[in-house]
């Protein structure tokens, strides 16, 4: 059977508050048939009932789906995959525990688990209780540094139409001092470079501005080291492309993500353009505020 007769089903599960909900709202974009809450133990049913084009199918579900018990859960789904029609892949969606708190403290809904104690315990049930469909899973994402938009992003890039599409790539900075990111596939860390924060008139600008770029460009260290940082970029793409990457993850840290990354992110997306690629850059904390103590890191 080819691939493009074989029904994709994507299971989307993970810890509530983790972002389950934006995957699958992405997904529903992307032209992917989204079902959330459903009881998994009637998906024998649901899949492999069409026999040209089947549409490919993204099923939500959590600790509150009934009949909810991942060991299951998991020996269904292995028999699935043994099936020559059916593509199945898991979606774990993580995050840890003191953000989820606080974006269920920000919304004041309650935690599904909670059950009257409060939130943090709830989540470490949960979290225990999912343990075995974590493992399991054939990706894990953790939201933990993520805005909304970074999770549609990587969404996109992971699940989108594959046929005749280029690898995306992502181009990213963050500050070390903030937490590392994620998600990357290739770091680079620019505190080898002056910090143009303890400069007077630059700490408040970012390395969006020409003056701050302007600074790094002088820094003695930046040319050599950015143009071997720009050949392994040209020379890597093109071979993680040749195996069939369908996604590439780079990102560049300094120490509060708002200067040296910013600029170097911004001058690797423009080799990367000028090397026929088309990358989306991120800045993930461009918006943080000006900080001494992180600084001094």
């Not at 991942?70 to 593509?87: F, G, M, N, V, Y």
Request: include cysteine; hydrophobic fraction near 40%; glycine fraction near 8%.
């Amino acid at each position: 059977m080819s691939d493009s007769s074989r029904q994709r089903i994507l299971l989307v599960t993970g810890l509530s508050g983790a972002g389950k909900t934006t995957a699958l709202q992405v997904l529903e974009d992307l032209g992917w048939e989204a079902i959330d809450n459903f009881p998994i133990r009637l998906l024998s049913g649901l899949v492999g009932t069409e026999t040209d084009q089947p549409a490919p199918l993204a099923i939500g579900f959590d600790s509150r789906t009934r009949g909810f018990v991942p060991r299951e859960i998991i020996d269904q789904c292995k028999a699935l995959s043994e099936r020559a029609d059916i593509e199945l892949v898991t979606l774990y969606i993580d995050c840890a525990t003191a953000e989820i708190e606080r974006r269920y403290n920000e919304t004041r809904r309650p935690h599904p688990m909670a059950r009257g104690r409060p939130v943090a315990g709830g989540i470490v049930a949960e979290r225990e209780l999912l343990e075995p469909l974590r493992r399991w899973a054939d990706i894990v994402i953790d939201t933990t540094g993520f805005a909304t938009n970074q999770l549609q992003q990587i969404v996109r890039d992971r699940f989108a139409d594959s046929e005749a599409r280029d690898m995306t790539v992502t181009v990213s900075s963050f500050g070390f001092a903030r937490g590392m990111p994620p998600l990357a596939d290739l770091v680079f860390d620019m505190r080898f470079l002056d910090n143009p924060h303890w400069i007077d008139g630059l700490r408040e600008q970012t390395g969006l501005d020409p003056a701050v770029g302007a600074h790094i460009e002088n820094d003695p260290a930046f040319a050599p080291s950015f143009e071997r940082i720009a050949d392994t970029l040209r020379d890597l793409l093109p071979r993680y492309a040749a195996q069939g990457r369908s996604y590439l993850n780079i990102a560049f840290g300094c120490t509060g993500g708002r200067h040296r990354s910013v600029y170097s992110a911004e001058r690797a997306a423009q080799v990367l353009r000028e090397a026929g690629f088309s990358p989306t850059v991120i800045h993930r904390n461009l918006g943080s505020r000006p900080a001494d103590p992180l600084e001094r890191r």
